[in-house]
């Protein structure tokens, strides 16, 4: 949910995930908005289950659409004493966020549902979408924009079957012994950590070597929109030098 230039996920962090847009031509937001709503939800009677896109619209350069995937349930909620029914979607709901004129595509919440509507978002568009992955090269350099990282994940250290894997966690890692030593040896998988944006923001953030991100809620309980734009384009400049 978005408030006033602010994001507040129903937990304690936001699911986000970018992807390039390649093959094929982008068209106008207008003509994408024109396109989604061929694919709106629908209940899919031989699936037994609904699946579309609701409410697909422009804010500035930006379209933004709604999905959901599963079969409708209702949960109920107490108002004044009163139980009312909320419909949700059984297998989740996600929010696309379609960048034309920079070319990428910005998943938020639930990521089953985001990956899944990938295959009817690019029947409605005709491109693909490329996920992005993030040289080692390009997660120590997460590492250095970071005011702290309290948690490094290392894979590919097969020479040492008892440390295939590796994670270090705390107060500030990477003035570890063991930082220096097998970030040299292995693959960094995942940075969690205090990063520094070029928007002057400061995010509290995991990121992983697939480009998927959990941004944590600041002090207020939200995040500014701001920072997850700067933090969006710090991740595909990082994967476009990977």
């Known amino acids: 949910m978005s408030d006033n230039g602010a994001i507040v996920p129903a937990g304690p962090a936001l699911s986000l995930r970018v992807y390039f847009i390649n093959g094929g031509r982008l068209d106008s937001a207008q003509k994408i908005v024109e396109k989604l709503k061929e694919f709106e939800l629908e209940y899919l009677k031989a699936d037994n289950y609904y699946e579309g896109f609701f409410k697909p619209t422009i804010n500035g350069n930006l379209v933004e659409v709604e ?120 693959t960094i998988k995942a940075v969690k950590g205090l990063i520094d944006l070029n928007s002057g923001g400061r995010v509290n953030v995991r990121i992983t070597n697939k480009g998927s991100m959990l941004v944590y809620r600041d002090h207020t309980g939200s995040i500014d929109v701001n920072d997850i734009a700067a933090l969006n384009k710090m991740v595909l400049d990082l994967a476009k030098g990977s």
Not at 108 to 124: D, F, S
Not at 151 to 160: E, K
Request: with cysteine; net charge neutral; glycine share 8%.
């Open 67 to 186: 999905y959901y995937t599963g079969q409708l349930i209702n949960i109920y909620t107490k108002n004044n004493g009163d139980l009312n029914p909320e419909p949700i979607y059984s297998q989740g709901k996600c929010e696309y966020i379609i960048h034309p004129k920079e070319k990428f595509l910005e998943c938020r919440h639930t990521t089953w549902a985001a990956k899944k509507g990938l295959q009817l978002l690019y029947k409605a568009l005709g491109v693909e979408f490329e996920p992005v992955v993030l040289s080692s090269d390009a997660m120590k350099d997460i590492c250095k924009k970071a005011f702290k990282v309290t948690s490094v994940s290392i894979g590919g250290l097969d020479d040492d079957d008892d440390l295939s894997k590796f994670q270090l966690t705390g107060e500030n890692v990477l003035e570890t012994t063991y930082w220096r030593m097998y970030s040299k040896r292995g």
